[in-house]
């Protein structure tokens, strides 16, 4: 069918003039809170809500009604509801025992033929446990469960059309997770988010499985992926032990934020693996422990560097925790790694990068007279930047070396004093350099550029 392009000077109809039904399936995919809103208008509209197909009980209804006031409406709602299908149900409501009310609506909201399903039961005091057969339906695929867990038996085959799964705040140990990958077959997106007992996450076998987020979960020790397909991972919480079982050339966007322990960090074996494996990362994001598993040292009597090269590296992020031993020195030497980086962050904790030894005798030689260029870089960003020594150092390393450099981001520390005659532009003395310096205080950083992670993508 042809588009007929908009004229301004044509008049549209208004929607009083439109059919009923026309007013309702344009209603019918508002959020339920729209809807009754919309209600209260005009009396045509009084009963829009019952044609809704976005089931949308979440904290924006639920924060101002009673527990009692919540639950009356959603058995109204379903009670009275006309429609034939809906798209998705969110709940956010205090299930104490009442299980059998929450499989209610559930079912309720299953047999409309629901593709998402979201129960946030966070203010009950004892988990609900969800069997399957309630939700092993072909239409759902998107799960997520706060504070419910999920009773899947091993060999089960259920949630086999599950595409997207959550779980928060529950407790996901290996078992969980062996049936989730050996039962939802069609899966693509896994997330453990605040989860106990999980100790290992094995990510094996799984043809099609793209994205693996594990957030906050206290007792992780290990995480084994032999996934091909896998193209995001993310993992925010305290140090373990990652294996890679095969090659990940589809792995574009990896966050480890890994807490930094007391000392100095060696990588393991295992670790040196890992990083042949991050040779197609296209997105990163680490920690400081990170890099100082990388850095050359003494082992043996002998000075050893660590081999490897992020050939397609575009983006990177760094975040330097306030007792790292990192320099300029190692972020140069990393960088020089990535020779197709277009981005680059740096967050730096307070009183990170600490003049030592090290820095005097060897980093800052090598950061003043490397000749490395970085041809694709195009932004860099600091946070909790100071005019100590080693952050001037590197921000001009970056003026100087990266030659098409548009942008120096540069957003000032919380608790340091900046003299009223600094003017970023000192950082240009003696090098030649198009890039635009810009300066943020840090509650006033405005700055759209940020890393791909924080920006919820």
Known sequence: ???????????????????????????????????????IVSKRFRNSWKFCRDLSFDSDVAKNLSRDEYRNMVDNFFNNHSSICADRLKLQYDASDEGNLISFWVGKAIRLGIKELELNLTQTHEKLSLNYDLVDVETLKTLKLVNCELHLPLNSNGLRHLREMTLQNVMAPPMVTDSIFRNCVSLRVLRLVRCSLVYSVRAI???GFEVLVVKDCCDVHSIEIDSPCLRRFHYHGKIMELRFGCEMQCLSDVVLDVAHPRGFHRLSPSHRQMVERLAFVQIFTVTTIFLEGLCARFEKNEYKKMEFLLRRLKEFHLVVAPESFLNPSDVAIFIKKCPSIEKLFIDLGRDAFATSLYWDNYGKSYVTACQATFPFLKYVKIKGFTMRELPMHMARFFLKNAINLNRLILVKARIHYFSTNYSPENLRWGIISNAKIEMYNYRADKNTIMPQHLRGV
């Open 1 to 39: 069918m042809a588009l007929v392009p908009f004229s301004p000077n044509k008049k549209t109809k208004p929607i009083s003039d439109m059919p009923e039904d026309v007013i309702e399936k344009i209603f019918s995919f508002l959020p339920f809170k729209k809807l009754c809103s919309l209600c």
């Open 205 to 207: 076998g799984k043809l």
